[in-house]
């Protein structure tokens, strides 16, 4: 713990994330690995600040074209994971299969992530993020529920990174000495929201998700999106009043987001925060992935905003 001089002089303690861990009663090894992924993305926000803006020249294997950072970020992540000790087995969204670390599969974690989110927002100098799925065991073709814990950091103006272990949702922000310093625990959501993001091109909505935007709109809820699925949902999450969706479209009917590395572990932390989180139908965090790059729509915010677009998508038959 380190005393910092606050406001009007007073002082104020500064509980870095290894601490609030520890006293939030998690297990040694999980703690080390979060601390090992908080390490990693000091890496990453150094190359967001000076790499390279370029393509890569490869694709993964959605077909969108990387770039540079994208996997210099995955590399970032996933050596850090390799070398933690704890990890057997990781995939991520730029990554055509899974990789298996520990020999045997004896590391005690399995790891999902995406290392740069909107990563085509890097060069218009919008916000990016790391997202972040924690199974025990080897098994990545969990259902959500199984998460042990979810994380993203976001590269803003400042760096933030929000956690869950099932025990809250809880937010922490990098320090002079880029050291990650608690800023809110127990982030709570709302039930009605007064924003909302959507992602996905209108005219290719279908006529559920139409409705759902109207009725949002009638009651008032503002439209604020920058297209970074990171950035969208925390304003969402720490206004703890909104609704971000990227739904089925006519030409797509799965959406565009993925399960594994973007909708369950941002469904754990809505969850957790008191929100929910659906595909229109289902609970995300009950979807049984069939493999590892599924997609699926997302309806995830304030409770009632989340029930509202399960009325709309059900009343499509
Ligand atoms: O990786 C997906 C992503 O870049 C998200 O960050 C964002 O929410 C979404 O795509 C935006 O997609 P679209 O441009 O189709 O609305
Ligand atoms: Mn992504």
């Known amino acids: 713990m380190e005393a910092t001089a606050g406001q009007a002089g007073k002082t104020k303690f500064q509980i870095d994330l290894r601490r609030y861990l520890r006293e939030d009663g998690e297990d040694e090894q999980l703690i080390h690995l979060i601390c090992e992924i908080a390490e990693a993305s000091k890496y990453i926000i150094n190359s967001i600040r000076t790499g390279d803006l370029g393509v890569a020249g490869t694709s993964n294997l959605y077909g969108e074209q990387q770039l540079a950072l994208d996997v210099l970020s995955d590399r970032i992540l996933r050596k850090r994971l390799a070398q933690s000790g704890v990890v057997s087995n990781v995939v991520s969204e730029e990554t055509a299969d899974i990789v298996f670390i520990a020999p045997h599969r004896t590391g005690n974690f399995s790891v999902a992530y995406d290392p740069l989110d909107g990563s085509s927002l890097v060069d218009v100098n919008l ?23 979810a994380l993203y950091i976001l590269y803003g103006p400042r760096t933030t990174l929000v956690y869950t272990t099932g025990h809250g949702v809880h937010e922490f922000g990098m320090n002079q000495l880029m050291e990650y310093t608690l800023l ?39 439209l604020r999106y920058s297209g970074g699925l990171v950035p969208d949902f ?7 009043k909104g609704v971000f969706f990227y739904p089925h479209l ?68």
Not at 127 to 149: N, W
Not at 211 to 217: D, Y
């Open 127 to 149: 916000a990016v993020g790391t997202i972040v799925s924690i199974y025990r065991g080897c098994d990545l073709m969990q259902p959500g529920t199984k998460q042990v814990a």
């Open 184 to 222: 809110r625990r127990n982030v709570r959501m709302e039930p009605k929201a007064s924003i909302y993001a959507p992602g996905g091109l209108r005219s290719l909505y279908t006529p559920g998700t139409g409705k759902f935007v109207r009725q949002l709109e009638s009651n008032g809820v503002k």
């Open 234 to 240: 925390n304003q969402i999450l720490m206004k703890g």
């Open 250 to 317: 006519q030409n797509a009917p799965q959406g565009k987001l993925r399960l594994l590395f973007e909708l369950n572990p941002m469904a754990f932390l809505m969850e957790q925060a008191g929100g929910a989180a659906s595909n229109g139908r289902q609970r995300i965090l009950d979807l049984v992935p069939q493999k590892f790059d599924e997609r699926s729509p997302f309806f995830c915010g304030c409770r009632d905003d989340v029930a509202m677009a399960e009325a709309c998508i059900r009343e499509e038959g």
